[in-house]
């Protein structure tokens, strides 16, 4: 199975799990005792309960061991920084399924007997002497497995906030936690949390609603929809494609939760009246934002700022000329290495910028890349006739000034196609 499948499977089993199908090999990721056959190790629910929290300590205490024996060993040994980023790719892998198992300890079904009883542990109930040992175990869990690692992560992110502009800093930092980033685009480093942040919330769904799949089904689709959203927009993988893929696997993920899971005779109600309340709270303070702003523009001929502000015209300028006359219009081999390190988001960018100049110049420029596909919109400033053919006309004086360009052999450049 392929890395990015498996990885879909475990960010994605809360949601279905949450179906009245389940596909069983989807178990196997959620680390339900039942499902590794602990019987033969531990009889009790509670013993492979117990069994299954002890699994990611003993790791991280086995990978400090071969830290420590192959110090005193070989003098050299284990790399530490190698070691923490191994544990922690481990601690992400299995995160998901350790906060269901950690939030399964909280979350009794009530019976129409009135009993209530553990959900992933029928047979224990909420109110015998045995469940405040799962209360105890899930409390374990919390302090060695998600909170050390969500407190890791975090500082990771903020660390490489405050390092951006130190490169070596930050190649170290990077080494250590490089699994919290190595996937998500650079201006998108912190991504990785709100991955998981995603994952925790869907686990909680079932302490919100315990009783009720319907009603947890409603939390997942949203919280689905609008992480969906937010990918759309941010764009966050290395990979371009990639966003496609999570965005197509969530909507499919959505689409069976609304059709797989089982209605109530009668449907409750009072969520959608504060969604729509929600709604036309929005609209109010959207209403009121364009408000302010026909305000601050002085009219409604005034310019509209939109948000998030657009770069200054000035500053725009002052960029322009100093990448004109920065070494990398002169040395070849500085152009080249900036090139190399551009990523697949850069190289995109690129070409969106020099295809935004070649629109706003009349496709006046020799860059080998045209204006694209967009038809052509004048600005209020070409709109009217005269700004538009004085724009025609400097930029082709500069363009065939630079095609006259007379070189080191005294010969102007393209001399006989002006001639003719």
């Given at each position: 199975?392929?890395?990015?499948?498996?990885?879909?499977?475990?960010?994605?089993?809360?949601?279905?799990?949450?179906?009245?199908?389940?596909?069983?090999?989807?178990?196997?990721?959620?680390?339900?005792?039942?499902s590794l056959n602990l019987e033969c190790v531990q009889s009790s629910e509670l013993g492979q309960y117990l069994l299954v929290a002890l699994l990611l300590p003993a790791v991280a205490l086995l990978h400090f061991i071969f830290v420590v024996l192959s110090k005193v060993w070989t003098g050299?040994?284990?790399?530490?920084?190698?070691?923490?980023?191994?544990?922690?790719?481990?601690?992400?892998?299995?995160?998901?399924?350790?906060?269901?198992?950690?939030?399964?300890?909280?979350?009794?079904?009530?019976?129409?007997?009135?009993?209530?009883?553990?959900?992933?542990?029928?047979?224990?109930?909420?109110?015998?002497?045995?469940?405040?040992?799962?209360?105890?175990?899930?409390?374990?869990?919390?302090?060695?497995?998600?909170?050390?690692?969500?407190?890791?992560?975090?500082?990771?992110?903020?660390?490489?906030?405050?390092?951006?502009?130190?490169?070596?800093?930050?190649?170290?930092?990077l080494g250590r936690c490089k699994i919290f980033f190595k996937r998500w685009r650079p201006e998108r480093w912190f991504w990785g949390y709100v991955f998981v942040l995603r994952q925790v919330f869907i686990s909680l769904v079932h302490l919100f609603a315990p009783n009720d799949g319907f009603?947890?089904?409603?939390?997942?689709?949203?919280?689905?929809?609008?992480?969906?959203?937010?990918?759309?927009?941010?764009?966050?993988?290395?990979?371009?494609?990639?966003?496609?893929?999570?965005?197509?696997?969530?909507?499919?993920?959505?689409?069976?939760?609304?059709?797989?899971?089982?209605?109530?005779?009668?449907?409750?109600?009072?969520?959608?009246?504060?969604?729509?309340?929600?709604?036309?709270?929005?609209?109010?303070?959207?209403?009121?934002?364009?408000?302010?702003?026909?305000?601050?523009?002085?009219?409604?001929?005034?310019?509209?700022?939109?948000?998030?502000?657009?770069?200054?015209?000035?500053?725009?300028?002052?960029?322009?000329?100093?990448?004109?006359?920065?070494?990398?219009?002169?040395?070849?081999?500085?152009?080249?290495?900036?090139?190399?390190s551009f990523t697949e988001a850069d190289c995109i960018a690129f070409e969106n910028f020099f295809e935004s100049v070649q629109y706003a110049g009349l496709n006046s420029f020799d860059f080998g890349i045209d204006a694209g596909y967009r038809p052509y919109f004048p600005s209020d400033y070409?709109?009217?006739?005269?700004?538009?053919?004085?724009?025609?006309?400097?930029?082709?004086?500069?363009?065939?000034?630079?095609?006259?360009?007379?070189?080191?052999?005294?010969?102007?450049?393209?001399?006989?196609?002006?001639?003719?």
């Amino acid at each position: 199975m392929s890395p990015p499948i498996l990885l879909f499977i475990c960010a994605n089993q809360s949601a279905i799990q949450n179906l009245n199908v389940t596909p069983d090999f989807v178990n196997l990721f959620t680390f339900k005792p039942t499902s590794l056959n602990l019987e033969c190790v531990q009889s009790s629910e509670l013993g492979q309960y117990l069994l299954v929290a002890l699994l990611l300590p003993a790791v991280a205490l086995l990978h400090f061991i071969f830290v420590v024996l192959s110090k005193v060993w070989t003098g050299s040994g284990m790399d530490p920084g190698n070691a923490t980023n191994s544990v922690l790719a481990i601690n992400q892998g299995v995160l998901i399924s350790f906060a269901n198992l950690i939030f399964v300890a909280f979350d009794c079904y009530t019976h129409p007997n009135g009993q209530q009883t553990l959900s992933f542990f029928p047979a224990v109930s909420c109110h015998d002497a045995d469940y405040k040992y799962f209360m105890a175990v899930a409390v374990f869990m919390i302090f060695t497995v998600l909170l050390p690692f969500n407190a890791f992560f975090v500082y990771a992110i903020l660390a490489m906030l405050k390092y951006r502009r130190d490169q070596q800093a930050s190649m170290r930092l990077l080494g250590r936690c490089k699994i919290f980033f190595k996937r998500w685009r650079p201006e998108r480093w912190f991504w990785g949390y709100v991955f998981v942040l995603r994952q925790v919330f869907i686990s909680l769904v079932h302490l919100f609603a315990p009783n009720d799949g319907f009603v947890q089904s409603i939390f997942m689709v949203s919280i689905l929809v609008v992480y969906c959203v937010a990918t759309t927009h941010f764009q966050p993988w290395k990979l371009w494609e990639m966003n496609i893929f999570e965005t197509v696997v969530t909507l499919l993920i959505v689409l069976a939760l609304m059709f797989g899971v089982t209605r109530p005779k009668k449907i409750p109600t009072h969520v959608s009246e504060r969604v729509l309340i929600i709604m036309f709270i929005t609209m109010g303070l959207y209403c009121l934002r364009i408000g302010v702003g026909i305000y601050l523009a002085k009219g409604l001929k005034g310019d509209f700022a939109p948000l998030p502000k657009p770069i200054d015209k000035k500053k725009m300028d002052v960029c322009l000329e100093a990448f004109c006359n920065s070494v990398l219009s002169s040395d070849d081999d500085a152009r080249k290495i900036i090139l190399e390190s551009f990523t697949e988001a850069d190289c995109i960018a690129f070409e969106n910028f020099f295809e935004s100049v070649q629109y706003a110049g009349l496709n006046s420029f020799d860059f080998g890349i045209d204006a694209g596909y967009r038809p052509y919109f004048p600005s209020d400033y070409l709109a009217t006739e005269d700004n538009f053919e004085n724009v025609k006309r400097c930029l082709a004086k500069n363009t065939n000034a630079e095609s006259l360009r007379v070189p080191e052999s005294g010969v102007p450049e393209n001399f006989e196609q002006s001639v003719i």
